[in-house]
T-cell receptor
Framework: GESVGLHLPTLSVQEGDNSIINCAYS??????FIWYKQESGKGPQFIID?????DKRQGQRVTVLLNKTVKHLSLQIAATQPGDSAVYFC??????????????FGQGTELSVKP | KAGVTQTPRYLIKTRGQQVTLSCSPI?????VSWYQQTPGQGLQFLFE???????NKGNFPGRFSGRQFSNSRSEMNVSTLELGDSALYLC????????????FGQGTRLTVV
């Protein structure tokens, strides 16, 4: 039968504006978080990460904020450009003692940048 | 430094067949994880290998299996393919198992007909 895709939240911004993409994570024990960007036909591209002992981390044009109290993560992109148009995923690392960890991904947000 | 390499990029198989996908991690990385991406379920964890041992497994049937070689390259195998196995299969490379940066390959697009 016909498959029903996830209905991705969409964020549409004007070129040059700042973008904020939000994500709620599920596990209080998650110790590490990553934001990925995925363009059509490509694998997820690492953007920025943050550990659970931090609440803010900045990269080039990007900032990640972590609020452990409400289990919320956000990605801020400054001066958004058309090349930023993509689907953005947050991922939480669920650590398993002595057995590595697995990434649990959010559903993704589609960012559309209007020139 | 070369990134994560997955082969093949595209694959078409018939229901009931089996398939093997390959992943070469970034040089020096010893952890390889596999993920399935579909429009309906998003990105889902399959399993993680480190030092040739499976460290972690997701909620997939036993038809999905994998292994890792001494050079850290990994393969995943899907037996008795079903239409619902059509997906983008992604491999992620980490220096070690655990909370470190994970870098993805381009994926293998598997279509089951």
């Amino acid at each position: 039968g016909e498959s029903v895709g996830l209905h991705l939240p969409t964020l549409s911004v004007q070129e040059g504006d700042n973008s904020i993409i939000n994500c709620a994570y599920s596990n209080s024990a998650s110790d590490y978080f990553i934001w990925y960007k995925q363009e059509s036909g490509k694998g997820p591209q690492f953007i920025i990460d943050i550990r659970s002992n931090m609440d803010k981390r900045q990269g080039q044009r990007v900032t990640v904020l972590l609020n452990k109290t409400v289990k919320h993560l956000s990605l801020q992109i400054a001066a958004t450009q058309p090349g930023d148009s993509a689907v953005y995923f947050c991922a939480e690392n669920m650590a398993v003692y002595n057995q590595g960890g697995k990434l649990i991904f959010g559903q993704g947000t589609e960012l559309s940048v209007k020139p | 430094k070369a990134g994560v390499t997955q082969t093949p990029r595209y694959l078409i198989k018939t229901r009931g067949q089996q398939v093997t996908l390959s992943c070469s991690p970034i040089s020096g990385h010893r952890s390889v994880s596999w993920y399935q991406q579909t429009p309906g379920q998003g990105l889902q964890f399959l399993f993680e290998y480190f030092s040739e041992t499976q460290r972690n497994k997701g909620n997939f049937p036993g038809r999905f299996s994998g292994r890792q070689f001494s050079n850290s390259r990994s393969e995943m195998n899907v037996s008795t393919l079903e239409l619902g196995d059509s997906a983008l299969y992604l491999c992620a490379s980490r220096v070690r198992a655990g909370n470190t940066e994970a870098f993805f390959g381009q994926g293998t697009r598997l279509t089951v007909v």
